[in-house]
């Protein structure tokens, strides 16, 4: 408790904290219920503000007033991508959400095509998320589109993140990827049958015959199903979706090192982003031998 009238006292005494009045102490409860949930309706907000909608809405729009007369980042991806997400859910289109950004904040400072993708983004069932997390992650992407190999460091310095949270995004990138299932055509699939069929005491002919009677003839060659095998019995067990796609990554590019990242992706089955962080491991690994 003491803290917690310490840190009253501190507001108090700042210079921009005079007014604390029942009117600006409710607008704070607003901005703190906000940032923990910001899809919290106006009648929930009420209710736990214990005010009435037409308050809220006058405190809602009294946050926005004090947010358009501060001084904004032209670089705070997240900001512009709150402002979009407001616009979409007031109705406007693509169109006018950038213009009207453009009008407040600056000429061209986010772009059409942006707002359009964003609100695509909004209308689709599973895009509801806004989260400064989120959106990092998105951020991410684009600049792994745009150079594959950029050190965790400089991605960590343009995120304004830690290398730490770079990293954890990149594995929920590849976790997204994994949770979207298997395609029976893909190897994976095969490969774990293959280790079905060894943990239940089958030899790599009756499992290339099991599968080829099940799936299709030749579906996979009884060469492969020997090198899986052998692998089992040395005790590598590894059989996870990441390991084998740079195995059969790697296959690829020494066959042609000409394939676009969308043609590698497309051939691998997995979504290009996940295809760029395995080119950035196997370039990693590679690295790592050169300095042995």
């Not at 947010?67 to 169109?95: C, I, P, W, Y």
Request: aromatic share 8%; glycine share 4%; hydrophobic share 30%.
């Amino acid at each position: 408790m003491r803290q917690k009238h310490r840190k009253l006292i501190d507001r108090f005494k700042s210079d921009g904290c005079e007014d604390v009045s029942n009117h600006k102490i409710k607008i704070d409860e607003l901005k703190t219920l906000l940032e923990k949930d910001p899809y919290l309706s106006q009648r929930k907000l009420a209710q736990q503000l214990g005010v009435t909608h037409s308050s809220v809405w006058k405190y809602l729009k009294k946050i926005e007033e004090e947010a358009e007369t501060q001084e904004v980042d032209r670089q705070d991806t997240v900001f512009f991508l709150r402002r979009m997400h407001h616009h979409f859910n007031h109705g406007k289109s693509a169109a006018e959400s950038q213009r009207r950004i453009c009008e407040k904040y600056g000429e061209n400072i986010v772009s059409l095509s942006d707002c359009a993708t964003r609100f695509d983004r909004f209308k689709s069932d599973s895009c509801e998320d806004v989260s400064n997390h989120k959106i990092k992650i998105d951020e991410l992407k684009t600049l792994l589109e745009k150079d594959p190999y950029l050190s965790q460091r400089k991605l960590a310095q343009q995120l304004g993140v830690s290398q730490s949270s770079v990293s954890r995004y990149l594995q929920e990138i590849e976790e997204e990827e994994e949770k979207q299932g298997v395609n029976k055509q893909d190897t994976v699939f095969f490969i774990r049958r293959m280790h079905h069929y060894f943990n239940h005491g089958k030899s790599a002919a009756e499992a290339q015959g099991l599968i080829s009677d099940k799936y299709g003839e030749n579906i996979v060659s009884l060469s492969d199903c020997e090198t899986w095998f052998n692998r089992f019995k040395s005790g590598d067990q590894d059989i996870s979706i990441r390991r084998i796609k740079i195995e059969e990554l790697n296959v690829l590019l020494e066959k042609n090192t000409d394939l676009s990242i969308i043609e590698l992706a497309q051939q691998l089955r997995i979504h290009h982003i996940t295809l760029i962080i395995y080119l950035r491991t196997i370039r990693k690994k590679s690295v790592d031998k050169q300095v042995e």
